[in-house]
């Protein structure tokens, strides 16, 4: 287990440093960058004044003494300064991510906890009408786009209660607090929670089939510890695999979430960020996403391993 | 009986008079909650050229002069003083001089004086050791041979030649005084000013905070507490918050026709303007090469807009037909009804004008059997894309075939001064409405804005002869001549000026939205809350 540890660290270094060059390049290939974009905010290129903000800014520099130079002061911890407001990268995007990740962890918790039990009574109560109508209800979620479902929320709430949720980092009450995150989760984990359901259904489904299962009904055993502690235990695997791609691709659904309920995270802050090409901020935060997903697939394969004894590598 | 009646609506009068003059008087205190459309480059109004930058900076500053706050039509009469006690011109009318006030104090304590009036407008001019990232009114002063200074309290602009616009220009949002103290650096993220609201913070795409400045030189305002954006880019979101009170105002002027019915229908007290704002929606042409160096084939494309058609389409009828200047009433310097008629494409019978557009395009050698092929560029936004859309289906009239070609925000200015266009859908926003501004900008050679290089030295004259007259009612003869042969030339011809809305609670007071600007209305110095 431990080689396998070291094997996949090492396996994450290169992945990350690859991302990095990645990225990188591709935001240089991006046609125009942060001088073009205040120009046009100017209505006119200056072309002297071009060459000054390029030099200001270091934009003139080769390609790839502008990499080393952003390398070497990410291994220091300086992340160099947001072109666009000319403060501290770190200092912009360190407070927009306890409210990203609150809202990203709320929404998973969202997924998992509706998903995997509905998707459980789904399977077993295969071809029952609630079965049918379970499966509704995730269709439903694979298909409604969750900028579509937020606004839908937003308009119910005006209309019915005469107000919205309008972001607030310092909520009075427990109310708001839930209002603030609980609402804008399960609009981006509705499709998250729908998925988990489906593959938890099917996997249950499958696992149910087996031999193992009949025995433990043959041997007398209650359809609860069927379920639960032997198919479950089981069925569960595939959908840890979902969960952890899912968190990877919560970024996507998170920008338009955080879009339409207005929500300070890193998601909007990105997709603001490479409209003004503020390269800083852009490949600083592309990075952060990048090591958390990188991560995240990691634990995934450590619970993997913990859960089933049959693919703990390396032992 | 009758006398009981007199006496009941007297007393009802009364009354009715004094809740009006209770109503009237100002309250203090409160935060005026607006959001803001979206996230400005910077706090920088010199560095900027939106009104997203003028709108929530412009309350930290003061001009020397300003436009009255209060009268929609800004104009050379509306000028008030601000940080100016009272301004002279010259007898040779070259020397405009301001006597400044004494009692004013930068929000970080430092005095005011009149070396911060110089080291702004010579860092405008690029006469300064620091200088600004962007100087995109440079032009502004091109007259003006040096700022001088007269002691702490007087300061003179010393013109290379009348030009009686200079007030209007110094009088613009546009044109706050920046103090010496502070870099051009800093005052991109933390602007220190002189006017009724100090700055607090600028969290980028969240909100920007402004609170009251307890020292500001008007004694008793401002009355807000403080003003708050928040930043929301969904447009949907943010109208939405508006109407469930979470704004006591809409993003001015960005409210549109449709959204307005929108808003009217969800919240009915919410009182709701629409007013031009100087931005009209244009064309740019190259004529540096085939086809539109041919005048026939632009002077065929001026023939077959039906401008009226845009205008419905776009805004249910809101917008003006006019040529470079704003339309009037509203716009000062607008043509006369049949002067504007009298132009070829303006007249009100489309079908004659695409008959005699179709004869230009037929002895340019294109016909029904030979289409022109070209591409309509514009930006990726929908107030460029859906009229460029309009555009390419009513010159298919004429035998042109035009595809749309959007272009990314990024690419659009290197790719127009580049010349890798035909034909471009563009907009052109009027900081004032002043025709030097509006000359000099986008139709003087060599200017960086005139997109086109559209060149006409006649014109040009025509242009420093108006700039450089006093008497109103000829300097307004000569700006309709020159504003006539521009579209008769098709250096840029102009489609509609358009109108949009501004909605705002009705406890809130003393808004006024600038019927002849988008720019110079938001010092917001005297607006309360009656709530």
Known sequence: ?315 | MRSVQALAVAVLSVLTIGDVSRAAEPKSGGIFRIYHRDSPGSASIHEGATYSVNIPFMPIFNNLVIFDQHIAQNSASTIRPELAESWAWSGDNKTLTFKLRKDVKWHDGKPFTAADVKCTFDMLMGKSQQKFRQNPRKSWYDQVDEVTTNGDYEASFKLKRPQPALLSLLASGYSPVYPCHVSPAEMRTKPVGTGPFKFVEFKANESIKLTKNPDYFKKGLPYLDGIEFTIITNRSTAILGFVSGKFDMTFPTEVSIPLLKDVKSQDSKAVCVVEPNNVSTNIIINSSGPPFDNLDIRRALALALDRKAFIQIMFEGQGDIGGTMEPAPDGLWAMPKEMLESIPGYGPDIEKNREEARKLMQKAGYGPDKHLQIKVSTRNIAVYRDPAIILIDQIKSIYIDAELDVVDTAQWFPKIARKDYSLGLNLTGNAVDEPDQSFYENYACGSERNYTNYCNKDIEKLFDQQSEETDLDKRRKLVWEIDKKLQEDVARPIIFHARTGTCWKPYVKNVTIMSNSSYNGYRYEDVWLDK
């Open chain 1, 1 to 315: 287990m431990f080689a396998y540890i070291v094997r996949r660290v090492f396996l994450m270094l290169v992945t990350l440093f690859g991302i990095s060059v990645i990225i990188f390049v591709l935001l240089r290939v991006v046609p125009g960058n942060i001088v073009d974009i205040l120009f046009d905010a100017a209505g006119f290129v200056d072309p002297a004044d071009k060459a000054n903000l390029e030099r200001e800014l270091g934009l003139n520099q080769p390609i790839v003494i502008q990499y080393l130079h952003w390398i070497g002061g990410l291994l220091h911890g300086d992340l160099g300064y947001s072109y666009v407001s000319e403060k501290p990268a770190l200092e912009e995007i360190l407070p927009r991510i306890p409210i990203t990740a609150r809202l990203a962890g709320l929404a998973l918790l969202f997924s998992a906890s509706i998903g995997i039990p509905l998707g459980v009574i789904s399977a077993v109560h295969q071809g029952s009408k609630l079965d049918y109508a379970l499966r509704v209800v995730s269709l439903s979620g694979l298909s409604l786009p969750s900028f579509w479902l937020g606004l839908l929320i937003l308009m119910a709430s005006v209309s019915l209660f005469g107000t919205m949720p309008i972001f607030n980092p310092n909520p009075k009450t427990w109310l708001e607090a839930l209002t603030i995150y609980a609402v804008p989760a399960m609009a981006v984990g509705f499709r998250s929670a729908a998925l988990t359901m489906r593959i938890t259904r099917s996997s249950m489904l499958e696992i149910l089939r087996q031999d193992y299962i009949r025995t433990a009904r043959a041997k007398g055993a209650s359809e609860a510890s069927v379920n639960y502690h032997h198919a479950l235990k089981n069925a569960v695997l595939p959908v840890i695999t979902v969960i952890g791609i899912e968190a990877a691709f919560l970024i996507g659904g998170l920008i338009v979430t955080e879009t339409v309920f207005n929500i300070p995270g890193i998601a909007r802050f990105l997709v603001e960020a490479l409209r003004w090409r503020d390269y800083p901020i852009v490949q600083n935060l592309v990075m952060f996403i990048a090591v958390v997903v990188v991560v995240v697939n990691f634990i995934v394969d450590m619970l993997y391993a913990a859960i089933d004894p049959r693919i703990r590598f390396g032992d």
